[in-house]
């Protein structure tokens, strides 16, 4: 129905004009008042009810074509070319001048094509004069209600085609941006973790050659399989997992590092990269910058439509300033109102020596884990 409704395609514009010029004329044929003795049901014999219907189906299509007559002009040249550029002295002119050449054709018509066929059915004819009042009278009941209930209907179906081509615009611009906030992150984390392993390798460390085997796994999975708009939750917990081993590997025993997976995640899919960032941020801004017993604590536990993302670290008392944070949580910040705009739960608390994250995002049921 929706698709019959709101289609731009010509074979169902024309099914759409179809259907309502059809309910016109039932209209009209059905709601017209018996007539003297070709009435139904005032006992004529069956020949005159015949045509009493024939006299009702001719008349009703002559006026139906006047209508057509008065509305096609109207709506797709009066309308459009005067009336929407607000050039109301025109449209007026305009609208008298269709009304005028409108009823010139509803005289022709019935005057020389409708008359002649309801004198050979042996019907009552009106005069020249009166089809000539009727012509300029008529034109004003008939036309001027289809054409409002025409015009109407035009308009309203132009809103709703214009509301669901904003909607369309709008989901276009949502993910151009998700595109592009995504692949912020991708140099942004790179750009941090080879840092670290930079570091580990001027001190010839053996465990530079470990670290890098999990950065090729983590920048394959953010690379490749990152692209999709929604990815395995097993394969996102486990990047990071992955990046609390290498910072393990890199601050050791100095930060205490406790992490906890809960639920059962298996067969969940969730848009990408919306925890790491914040991971991420717990190390670089928080405890790494602290000399004296850093800690960090994270929490993540999958419900059945939900996974619950809980992070506190220490940091410094000294609030870092804003442009040195980065673009990583506003990043999330951004990619989370656009994706879940009235689903996700974001609350980022910061107090003198802790900061904390709490988040809550919607999740899919996948029959496997890519």
């Not at 010509?10 to 004329?25: D, E, G, N, P, Y």
């Not at 045509?51 to 209508?67: D, G, N, P, T, W």
Request: hydrophobic letters at 45%; charged letters at 20%; aromatic letters at 12%.
């Amino acid at each position: 129905m929706q698709t019959f409704i709101f289609s731009r395609g010509r074979a169902q514009t024309i099914k759409r004009h179809l259907v309502f010029w059809v309910s016109c004329f039932l209209l009209a044929a059905l709601t017209y008042p018996p007539h003297g003795a070709f009435g139904p049901g005032n006992g004529v014999d069956v020949d005159g009810v015949t045509k009493y219907y024939e006299m009702v189906a001719i008349r009703s299509f002559s006026h139906l074509l006047c209508q057509m007559l008065f509305c096609y002009p109207l709506l797709y040249f009066l309308v459009p070319v005067f009336l929407w550029k607000r050039e109301y002295p025109q449209f007026a002119g305009m609208l008298l001048l269709l009304l005028a050449i409108t009823s010139l054709l509803r005289f022709t018509l019935f005057a020389f094509i409708y008359n002649p066929i309801m004198q050979g059915l042996k019907f009552y004819v009106n005069s020249m004069e009166q089809i000539a009042r009727n012509s300029i009278t008529q034109n004003f009941e008939g036309p001027a209600f289809i054409g409002f209930l025409f015009i109407s209907l035009k308009l309203f179906k132009d809103w709703q085609q214009k509301q669901s081509d904003n909607l369309d615009l709008r989901k276009e611009n949502a993910n151009a941006e998700l595109l592009l906030l995504k692949a912020q992150i991708h140099p942004h984390f790179l750009f941090n973790t080879l840092n670290n392993i930079y570091s580990f390798t001027l001190d010839k460390s053996p465990q530079a050659k470990r670290m890098v085997k999990m950065l090729e796994g983590m920048l394959h999975y953010m690379i490749e399989e990152c692209e999709q708009p929604l990815v395995s939750l097993t394969k996102e917990i486990a990047v990071i997992k992955d990046y609390f081993e290498l910072e393990r590997i890199r601050y050791g025993d100095s930060i205490d590092m406790q992490l906890e997976i809960t639920g059962d995640h298996a067969g969940k899919v969730i848009s990408p990269l919306l925890m790491i960032p914040f991971v991420e941020n717990s190390f670089k801004h928080g405890a790494s910058k602290i000399l004296r017993d850093p800690w960090i604590r994270l929490l993540i536990q999958a419900d059945k439509d939900v996974v619950h993302f809980s992070l506190t670290n220490s940091k410094p008392a000294e609030e870092v300033p804003k442009d040195k944070k980065g673009i990583g949580l506003c990043n999330v910040r951004k990619r989370l109102e656009l994706l879940y705009p009235t689903e996700h739960l974001l609350v980022i608390e910061s107090t003198k020596n802790t900061f904390t994250v709490n988040m809550q995002i919607p999740l899919q049921s996948f029959a496997y884990d890519r």
